[in-house]
């Protein structure tokens, strides 16, 4: 460009100021990596009131290579690369390329290279080993030329930008909507939705941000209408004060209730407002459910395009949600029901199957099991003594010892369980058949049905063994009194390495008081 002039161009004079007050504007960044000052000039006065889309340029120099990787690592979201072959070196600016392309994985920012010396970096050569955008001989940058290259360099910059953008929206809703279902309760899944429509929004007009600040707080709320009741049914932040309120009764919310209630169509939408957006939506449920998500960003816009992609399906993953929930409850409370009833015919005092459930549940926390799993053996426990329906009356209600015959016959019930509960595909059956099985196997091996010994027998019912116990001793039964906690517990230790898992014996003990925490009243 040695030879421009800048009476070319109808330019009389090089403004920095006006340049200063363009770079407030919104812009797009260009480095220019040059070693000739002339060349930076000249560039900036040809493009000092240039315009894309309503945002202007924001320059930055460099005048070698060095100079410019550390401009690139500074500022990664550069659109525009106008590099020159030669500076420091002879290749300084291929060098450039390689780093900007295979070492800091750049591959966004447009390379335009610019050259006076061809002989040093021929175009066809370049072109096919380098990862460059244009190649342009500084001799036939003409303004126009420059304009048009930069012009059609920014629209691909920007359509490059877009895709990155709707990638990243995308496996952010995939990452999301994989979580959605790893809640038990309508509440936790509720949270989930609002914590993660308080990520999407806007850094800027170029880049998705999604929040990675754990300690970042969303503040939303969700409603469900019942009854023509907006009741506020999980939140999160400053509203989970209101969770469990009528909506209309919370004088706080009194704004966000009127557009609630604005007459507007109730279908899947979003209402835009000054510090957030209401979303209403209805699934085949029929209830009326809504969302309001606070703009606490403290800068940035949602992003709606995502946040509408990624509710597409909001109300059948709700509808799905409540309906797995009714028929998780619905096996829970039949399943119990059951126990109770078996418990019922045994003539035993007290709650001895919630009892068990219970401790079965803390217990099994202090195993280190997740809570889900946790849940699941409280629940399949209730059913460890299901086989007993098929012992006869006379023996299973006899007010003494049993005889060996009686107790020949009473120590089947362990296989009567499994033959009921064995047949189903159900995980928690499955589980249920397995401690109803082996619960009465010691670590010794000296138990039944199998007589097998310490890891052979399953750890659930390793730990069922422990819990039927101390909850057998201390409590009366039809054929015996209950005796002391101080008692049972001497037998409990005492059969460690017999009876019982020496590990799970320290175990229970050492959480005494956590296990039985919530049994004391049953």
Do not use: W
């Not at 500084?138 to 048009?148: F, I, N, Q």
């Not at 449920?285 to 969302?291: E, T």
């Amino acid at each position: 460009m040695e030879n421009i002039k800048t009476d070319d161009f109808g330019v009389n004079f090089y403004d920095e100021e006006k340049i200063k007050k363009k770079s407030c504007k919104s812009s797009y960044k260009i480095i220019i990596a040059d070693d000739e000052e002339q060349v930076h000039q000249v560039t900036k006065m040809i493009l000092t009131d240039f315009e894309f889309e309503g945002k202007s340029l924001k320059f930055i120099d460099t005048y070698t290579g060095a100079e410019t990787i550390e401009a690139i690592k500074k500022h990664p979201d550069t659109a525009i690369l106008f590099l020159d072959v030669v500076m420091e070196s002879t290749d300084s600016g291929l060098e450039v390329v390689k780093v900007l392309r295979n070492v800091l994985k750049n591959y966004s920012t447009r390379v335009v290279l610019r050259t006076g010396q061809p002989g040093e970096a021929p175009e066809e050569e370049v072109i096919r080993d380098y990862d460059i955008n244009d190649y342009r001989l500084k001799t036939e940058l003409t303004m126009k030329r420059l304009l048009t290259t930069l012009y059609s360099t920014l629209r691909n910059y920007r359509d490059l930008i877009r895709l990155e953008k709707h990638k990243k929206g995308l496996e952010k809703i995939i990452e999301t909507s994989a979580k959605l279902f790893e809640h038990d309760s309508l509440h936790a899944f509720l949270v989930s939705i609002l914590d993660e429509l308080g990520n999407f929004y806007e850094e800027s007009d170029e880049m998705i941000f999604i929040r990675k600040d754990e300690e970042k707080i969303s503040n939303g709320f969700v409603t469900i209408e019942s009854s023509n009741i907006n009741r506020i049914v999980a939140a999160t932040g400053k509203y989970e004060q209101f969770i469990g309120n009528e909506l209309e009764q919370v004088a706080e919310l009194e704004h966000l209730n009127l557009h609630i209630n604005s007459g507007e169509e109730k279908e899947l939408k979003i209402r835009k407002l000054e510090n957030g957006f209401i979303i209403s939506t209805k699934g085949k449920s029929m209830l009326n459910n809504y969302i309001y998500v606070e703009n606490n960003s403290g800068s940035g816009n949602f992003d709606y395009d995502l946040i509408n992609l990624f509710l597409s399906n909001f109300s059948i993953a709700l509808d799905n949600h409540i309906l797995n929930n009714m028929l998780k409850n619905t096996q829970k409370e039949i399943i119990f029901a059951l126990g109770e009833t078996i418990e019922s015919h045994f003539q035993e005092t007290g709650s001895h199957v919630k009892r068990i459930s219970e401790m079965m549940y803390q217990f099994s926390l202090c195993t280190y099991k997740s809570n889900a799993e946790s849940q699941m053996l409280k629940l399949a426990s209730t059913m460890h003594d299901l086989g007993k329906i098929a012992i006869p009356d006379e023996i299973l209600k006899k007010p003494g010892l049993l005889d060996e015959e009686e107790f020949r016959i009473m120590k089947t019930h362990t296989e009567h369980s499994f033959k009921i509960l064995g047949q189903s595909e159900l995980p928690i059956l499955k589980i249920a058949a397995e401690i109803a099985l082996y619960h009465h196997e010691k670590f010794d091996g000296s138990g039944y049905p199998n007589g097998i010994s310490k890891r052979d027998i399953p750890l659930s019912a390793r730990m069922m063994s422990i819990i039927d116990v101390y909850d057998a001793m201390t409590h009366k039964r039809v054929y015996k009194d209950a005796i002391s906690e101080t008692e049972t517990l001497e037998y409990i230790i005492a059969q460690k390495g017999k009876h019982f898992d020496p590990e799970l014996v320290d175990l229970f003990i050492k959480n005494l008081k956590t296990i039985t925490k919530d049994v004391g009243d049953m």
